[in-house]
């Protein structure tokens, strides 16, 4: 029989990462205005940590807006423990799912799962891995990673001035030393790309905690909003490597488009 996104996700029990329980994801916000429900790929997934990085950067407006947010990722309880760890994100809303069931569940794209003579599934995985970076079978992902390296003016600036940013095998930066590239108040040249350099060095850093079945790397996610009765109100579902959004220049968009608006109306962009 043919299940609905809310009937899957409400059926749904996982690993809860702050207790080890297996729980329902909806867990405690059953009476939320607002629930967002956020399927990540590999924890340590590039789009993964880059989402909860905007979500740990809104989670105040979030929170006032009476929106509850869960994360399911693949990977296990060490994972999610690491992946709370460097992003901050709250132990209690993330559940981990170590085969990516949910995904499959829910439909969501598995990537390039092309099977390679002589070689495990994990290291097939990391083949076809390799090929969606370079853009096959992944849409917008190479339009994505050029912007992360030239900026967007129809972007927020991502990191303060006065924030230290360490990036190995860069020196730590200074958020202001990104003016030089072109000003403030909007997202600078190799901003984003520093950001995602970050997240790299964290995850090759402590590749088997985050990463500890390589089978599932191409898998992708999806974003479902649900309103107060459980009706789905929005949803996305990536179709490539950094595709975790429609919209790449303010992922939360969806959440709150008018707050964007208003925000890039008044940025000023000065030069150094």
Not at 38 to 48: A, H, I, K, R
């Amino acid at each position: 029989m043919h299940q609905n996104t809310y009937e899957i996700l409400s059926q749904t029990q996982r690993q809860r990462v702050s207790d080890g329980a297996i729980a329902s994801i909806f867990e405690g916000c059953e009476s939320a205005h607002r629930k967002l429900i956020l399927v990540l790929p590999q924890l340590g997934d590039f789009d993964s940590l880059e989402y909860i990085w905007w979500i740990h950067r809104e989670i105040d407006r979030i929170k006032s807006a009476g929106i509850a947010v869960r994360a399911i990722g693949i990977g296990n309880r060490q994972s999610g423990e690491y992946f709370c760890e460097f992003t901050g994100f709250d132990k209690n809303w993330l559940f981990v799912d170590p085969t990516g069931e949910l995904h499959r569940q829910l439909n969501l794209y598995s990537g390039l799962t092309t099977k390679f003579p002589l070689l495990s599934s994990g290291q097939s995985a990391w083949v076809n891995l390799m090929l969606m970076c370079a853009g096959i079978g992944s849409q917008g992902t190479l339009a994505e990673v050029f912007r992360g390296y030239r900026g967007d003016r129809n972007a927020p600036q991502l990191i303060g001035d006065q924030e230290i940013i360490k990036a190995s095998p860069l020196p730590a930066l200074k958020g202001s030393f990104f003016r030089w590239a072109g000003g403030s108040g909007f997202q600078r040249p190799f901003e984003l790309a520093t950001l995602r350099l970050r997240n790299m060095a964290e995850v090759l850093g402590n590749w088997n905690a985050y990463v500890p079945d390589a089978s599932y790397m191409t898998q992708r996610g999806g974003t479902f909003l649900l309103d107060a009765e459980n009706k789905l109100t929005y949803e996305h579902r990536d179709r490539g490597i950094l595709g975790f959004s429609a919209s790449p220049s303010y992922p939360l968009s969806f959440l709150f488009a008018d707050q964007f608006k208003d925000q890039s109306s008044t940025q000023k962009v000065t030069s150094p």
